[in-house]
């Protein structure tokens, strides 16, 4: 009967997720100094991932590799104690390259590749936080391959589609609030390598001399994770109760079809305009099915109940020389994490990003396109999970430089 | 850059309000002492109730509070001159080995007693007794009546409330009468009774009007409804499991009595004077079985059914009902007293009910069951350090509303639970 004791000991494992982190918009260097547009601006390569109907109205061949470091600092405040909670979180790497190729000027194909990297991030708190039953370390790679083909239907319309195929990896740590007698309590990591498929279709449209209109549309990514690996790491006693062992679990990226707007004010100054409508009511659950049951370690089915949601990217690039160009963006988007439902891994909220970018021509093959991002993100929730009751307070910042060859 | 980008804390501003909280003193008994796993020990005592109110009060300039503390690595002692409980590895009389509370060692440690720790000079802020009955708070002799007492006493004649009161309280905590319940309780009921109503007023009166005329600033705790700790709720009133075999021997002997066993979960029976000719019955949903029943009889020697429990190892439903309208009289008492002297006032009971529900604090799950609920000790009647950092939060909370305080609560991740081996 000394079973008793233990029956029915469970650790909340229901508030093991994973989530989107965050969203990243960092596709192409040119596009993220104007605040994330390009949909209807197809200057560059990164039309593969903004538009691949623009593809076709490129102007040359070219190769186009950028990086943007991340650097993200989160701050939790929590509502009721003295205590908070820092991040300490390794630099995101997001990256694209992009290859689009036209046999001659005359061809109406263009083939394209793009390797991008579009959710994803590492988030993790200090060591002893007070969310570390919630969260000690969420780390999410994805990178989307997209061939790609577009072709130009007439002088004013073009169209183009990829297939999407996505690899990538999950890796959820948290501690377990079971002691031993050192105090150190128990930890869980899940990690977990994905995969799935999708594709991004796109139409443009030179409306006029001036006007360009851009529709995109990609698709959901379902990331299906078959077989993860979770380790537990417990007091002794409680080794039985925690089976190291594998475990299934799935997570949707979601669709986001965009409007694009571009403006030719003059050969010198244009305008871009971007709005995303981004399905992330996809996200409604979040569920990890272990291999082996106990009492301590039940399947979990977490409520998400992420909302569709909107964003605005503003961009402007304005020629200052043959070989400069300036660029300044403004981007505005909702958050689809409802109140109720803010956690460590998304520590979301409405944003305001701002963006500068600079482009320099270096001899007829190379360009160099620098950018960098700002935000600042503060969120007050009380998770209605875990009660992890504060304020999230975070700042990105991203710089990003891109080469590209054209020939 | 990265440095750069950091987000600035914001600056709360924590308040004592109306309050002074420079020389707060904890009366009370078991609960406030920090006496848990069955014994007054070091770490229960850092982590008691008033030592976690006295550290948030000093956020906003509370002053020191003394503890008649034990020594670091004192096993410490219980009620019955045993050491702590701790989780470790027990074998059954089934040969079965399995994790249970064991004694830290094999008797506690008695030399507490012997210690003589008042000093004037740095008053104790924790008058928490284990054991403390408001029937003596102003007997002369309590020390030497009760040896927790004994050793922070100023002298051989004071009493608990005298020294209490001694240094001038600015700021008290007043949680007492549990004792007295826990005691029927603990007993089964069996040869105890439970203050009466008017009883527990005249006990509890005197001690509140003397506090409050030291010290117009405090807070008096409601009382919980004990009969919901995993004490009296680890081992159901119906894991009596047969076989067709036992079913149908305790068929034979209990049959003529009116009595029916089957195969799986059945009641288990119990002595009752008031059952019929024989005083035997099973057990109803609701009664309880206390965690003192002896479990190596129960599963090798038919206790429980062959031979029925014995009246110290139950509540009955009688009982168990007695507790809860006396508790609930107590309370109201307590809250017209609590009103009458314009003091804070913390539903206690109602945290307990709601562990009793179940509490999440900051991804952390807390209810009632033993040893892996996770806010009880391992007696299943006392709160762990997280347990008191939870009920801490609630005295703040009812200190702030009544006083227009801003006293910040605990982060009762920060401490511990149930430590396994």
């Known amino acids: 009967m000394n079973k008793l004791l233990l029956l029915g000991m469970t650790f909340i494992t229901g508030n093991i997720l994973f989530s989107q982190g965050f969203q990243v918009n ?23 991932f903004f538009n691949p109907g623009s593809v076709s109205f490129l102007k040359e061949n070219s190769v186009n590799i950028g990086f943007t470091p991340t650097f993200a600092n ?39 590749l793009g390797i991008y990297t579009p959710f994803g991030s590492t988030i993790q708190y200090e060591e002893g936080w007070t969310g570390r039953f919630a969260l000690t370390k969420l780390q999410l790679k994805s990178i989307f391959i997209q061939p790609t083909l577009s072709y130009k ?66 698709s959901q990514v379902n990331m299906e994770v078959a077989e993860g690996t979770a380790t537990f790491t417990v007091p002794s006693s409680l080794s039985s109760n925690f089976p190291s062992g594998t475990f299934s679990s799935a997570l949707p990226l979601p669709q986001v079809a965009t409007l694009g707007l571009a403006y030719k004010l003059n050969e010198k100054l244009a305008f871009a305009l971007d709005i995303n409508y ?99 993100l503060k969120r007050t929730d009380a998770n209605i999970e875990t009660n992890l009751s504060g304020t999230f307070t975070t700042n990105v910042l991203a710089p990003g430089l891109a080469i590209i060859y054209k020939f | 850059m990265v440095a750069a980008c950091k987000p600035k804390e914001s600056e709360t501003e924590y308040s004592a309000g109306d309050l002074n909280l420079s020389n707060f003193v904890a009366i009370g008994g078991t609960s406030t002492s920090g006496y848990m796993d069955d014994a007054l020990y070091r770490e229960g005592q850092e982590n008691s109730l008033g030592a976690i109110l006295a550290k948030q009060f000093e956020i906003v300039g509370g002053g020191s509070f003394y503890q008649p503390f034990v020594a670091e690595n004192s096993v410490g002692i219980s009620a019955d001159n ?70 922070m006493a100023s002298s051989t004649s004071a009493t608990v409330i005298g020294d209490a009161l001694n240094s001038t309280p600015t700021f008290f905590s007043l949680y007492v009468g549990l004792d007295e319940v826990m005691t029927y309780a603990k007993a089964g009921g069996k040869n105890a009774t439970l203050l009466t109503e008017s009883q527990f007023q005249a006990l509890y009166s005197p001690i509140i009007d003397q506090v409050t005329s030291v010290s117009n600033q405090g807070i008096a705790s409601t009382l919980p409804d004990v009969t919901k700790m995993p004490y009296f709720n680890t ?45 035997v019955r099973q057990m109803v949903p609701g009664e309880k079985i206390l965690l003192s029943v002896p479990l190596d009889s129960v599963k090798c020697n038919k206790m429980g059914s062959v031979f029925p429990f014995r009246d110290e190892f139950i509540l009955t439903i009688d009982e168990v009902n007695s507790i809860r309208n006396s508790t609930e009289l107590y309370n109201n008492y307590i809250t017209a007293k ?58 703040i909370k009812a200190i702030n509303a009544k006083y227009k305080s801003n006293i910040p609560t605990v982060d009762a991740t920060l401490f511990r639970g149930v430590i396994f081996p």
């Open chain 1, 26 to 48: 960092f596709q192409g260097q040119k596009q993220q100094g104007m605040g994330g547009a390009g949909n209807a601006l197809p200057v560059d390569a990164a039309s593969v």
């Open chain 1, 74 to 112: 989160t701050l939790f405040e929590d509502a009721n104690t003295t205590s908070v909670g820092r991040t300490n979180s390794p630099m995101g790497t997001p990256f694209s390259a992009y290859a689009v190729y036209r046999k001659n000027e005359e061809s109406k194909f263009f083939y394209g």
């Open chain 1, 153 to 218: 239907l007439n002088d004013k319309i073009g169209i183009g589609a990829g297939f999407v195929y996505t690899i990538g990896n999950v890796n959820l740590q948290k501690d377990i609030p079971v002691q031993d007698a050192d105090g150190t309590y128990g930890h869980a990591e899940l990690d977990g390598k994905a995969s799935g498929f999708g594709y991004n279709v796109g139409l443009f449209v030179q409306a006029t001399e001036k006007l360009n209109i851009g529709l995109s549309y990609r």
């Open chain 1, 278 to 376: 981004v399905g992330w009511k996809a996200y409604d659950t979040l569920a990890f099915d272990y291999a082996q049951n106990t009492a301590s370690l039940i399947d979990t089915k977490s409520a998400r109940n992420y909302k569709n949601t909107i964003a605005f990217r503003l961009g402007t690039n304005y020629s200052l020389t043959e070989k400069f160009d300036v660029r300044l963006g403004l981007a505005y988007g909702l958050t689809p994490v409802q109140n109720g439902y803010v956690t460590p891994e998304t520590p979301d909220a409405n944003r305001i990003n701002y963006t500068a970018g600079l482009g320099y021509k270096i001899g007829e093959h190379f360009q160099l396109d620098a950018s960098v991002f700002f935000t600042h």
């Open chain 2, 82 to 151: 045993l050491a702590q409980l701790i989780l470790g590895y027990k074998t059954d009389c089934l040969n079965i080995t399995s994790l249970s509370p064991v004694r830290k060692a094999s008797s506690g440690d008695a030399s507490i007693f012997t210690e003589d720790l008042y000093d004037g000079a740095k008053p104790f802020g924790n008058y928490g007794i284990p054991g403390f009955y408001m029937a003596y708070a102003f007997s002369p002799a309590y020390s030497s009546q009760n040896n927790f007492f004994k050793r």
């Open chain 2, 235 to 279: 081992i159901p009133y119906d894991g009596l499991n047969l076989d067709e075999a036992n079913a149908a021997s305790l068929n034979a002997i209990y049959n003529p009595i009116g009595l029916n066993f089957v195969v799986g979960k059945n009641a288990f029976v119990i002595e009752d004077p008031t059952a019929g000719t024989f005083g």
């Open chain 2, 338 to 395: 609590a009103a009458e002297k314009n003091i804070a006032l913390v539903e206690t009971d109602d945290f307990y009910n709601s562990l009793t529900a179940g509490i999440v604090f900051n991804g952390i799950g807390l209810n009632p069951n033993f040893v892996s609920g996770g806010a009880y000790s391992l007696d299943g009647i006392n709160l762990n350090p997280r347990g008191n950092a939870l009920l801490a939060n609630e005295f």
